[in-house]
């Protein structure tokens, strides 16, 4: 093959199409490396970085933070029994995990679209007396009944029996 056609081939399959240096800081070349990288660095360095994920408390960073500690502090994450809810519903993916004491629904919209919660009335009779544990917003729905999800919406709604 021709050179060329090699580099177009390359240019769509490769994987290095979606990698970039890790973003530390907004310093030269990221805080990646004092030499220029092998790879592109996005322009978006300097506002989008480890250094400034940290500094923030409303970051990805810290709210994955939150995401494992509710691991440790709530057994139904591990041991609870899992039922998809709304499986024909082309935007929200929900679920229900229960063990013996606890109850949690998990409620995710996947879309940049505002979308309405409807959950079944028999799922709706389960949740009663909960309360929002966790939310990627900073205000969280104040109940789980008639709720409009805002775009790329998730939270946790949680039970004790």
Known sequence: MAEEDIIAILKEKSRDNSRTPVQ?????NAGFSNATPWIEIPDNYRSINAEQAIENPNSIFHHYQKLIALRKQ???????DYQLLLSDHLAIFAYLRENKSQRMLVVNNFYAEEVTLELPEDVEKLLVNGKIIIS?????PASIQN????PYESFVYFIQK
């Not at 530390?24 to 030269?28: C, G, I, L, Q, S």
């Not at 709530?74 to 609870?80: E, F, M």
């Open 24 to 28: 530390w800081n907004n310093k030269e």
């Open 147 to 150: 709720v409009t999800l805002r």
């Open 74 to 80: 709530y057994q139904v994450i591990t041991d609870g």
């Open 136 to 140: 990627n917003y900073l205000q969280a």
